[in-house]
């Protein structure tokens, strides 16, 4: 994990589309003020970080769009397209698929078409809260119909990319989400959050428990005008998380926001995200022997473990 700033997450609007775990319940547009938006991207290019701009669903004025294009960048809405059903087709290389886990498991037939079509495919799971112990045989079947796919495209020297199946097979250390280590959003508002949920957590009144400065809803962690303010930052780094330390489902996206939700500690895994992602990590190696087997090498080799959870390891605490 990278200890400084990479990216730059730009919300150009309350309602920019929700492009991971978090839903956005925001339904009223409020665009990022366009001088709002330059100090943003002043920021980014004093910080030489990469702008990714989150975009809502409607056009931006045209006046937007020279500001937009004065800097590189990614379009999180446009470039990467975001979806929260199983399309038929798609014609896009980056696709991000939006699925509670029923969801995922009842279309995993054709979610494994849509492979040929893709360079990336990100599958970011909705309601990891609910998960429980008994649908582990369903998830695993669902991973197990993606490799299929995965170890015949390999064989016609397609090679797409599933985050939750591919990743873990070339990563050597834990490469998560990274909110307020690797990335920070700024909302339209002027203001820097750990990531855009925790925006939407103080726009719909949902109390702080991350910055213990204040005492209402604000989850802010500062602003344009006077820079970035983390309380207790070390606490959001892999060597103050003993869990996930010593964990190698490096995949993981460790989702402090779900963290904080579930445990009500950032750097604290819940048991459902630590049991999805170890399923993940199982079906990874599962993968890389198949492909092993048709004459692939992926990195180094995955081993073998007996438990879920890391908690439930006795060595880990």
């Known amino acids: 994990m990278k200890p400084y700033l990479q990216y730059l997450v730009i919300l150009l609007d309350d309602t920019s589309v929700a492009y991971c775990h978090a839903n956005n319940p925001l339904t009223e547009r409020n665009l990022m003020p366009i001088e709002t938006l330059k100090k943003a991207i002043l920021f980014g290019m004093k910080q030489n970080l990469m702008i990714q701009y989150v975009y809502p669903d409607y056009e931006l004025p045209a006046e937007y769009s020279e500001v ?35 969801n995922f498991i009842a279309h995993q037939y054709d979610i494994a078409a849509l492979l040929p079509q893709v360079k990336r495919l990100n599958i970011c799971l909705t309601d990891i809260e609910s998960f429980a112990d008994a649908q582990q045989e369903d998830y695993k079947k ?14 016609s020297q397609q090679q797409p990319q599933v985050n939750i199946l591919t990743d873990r097979l070339t990563l050597t250390e834990m490469h998560n989400c990274e909110a307020g280590i ?16 925790f ?12 910055n ?9 962690i500062g602003d344009l005008d006077n820079g970035l303010d ?5 606490l959001l780094q892999l060597d103050h998380a003993p869990l996930c330390r010593i964990c190698d489902a490096y995949h993981c996206n460790r989702c402090i926001w779900q963290n904080d939700r579930l445990t009500w500690d950032a750097n604290t895994p819940s048991h459902q995200q630590c049991v999805i992602a170890h399923l993940e990590r199982n079906a990874a190696r599962d993968l ?16 073998e473990i007996t438990y879920l959870d890391p ?5 880990t605490w």
């Open 182 to 197: 690797g990335n920070i959003t700024v909302a339209p508002n002027g203001k820097f959050y750990l990531c855009p949920a």
């Open 142 to 155: 669902a991973l197990a119909t993606l490799n299929a796919v995965l170890v015949n495209l390999y064989k």
């Open 68 to 102: 937009i294009e004065s800097i590189d960048h990614i379009k999180i809405g446009k470039d990467v397209q975001v979806l929260n059903e199983v399309p038929k087709a798609v014609t896009t290389d980056n696709l991000v698929l939006r699925l509670t886990i029923a």
């Open 311 to 315: 908690f439930d390891v006795k060595e």
């Open 212 to 220: 213990h400065k204040t005492k209402d809803a604000s989850r802010s």
């Open 199 to 210: 925006y939407y957590d103080e726009k719909m009144g949902i109390s702080n428990r991350m």
């Open 230 to 234: 983390i309380p207790n930052k070390q």
């Open 288 to 303: 890389q022997q198949q492909l092993k087997v048709a004459g692939f090498q992926t990195g180094e080799d995955i081993k």
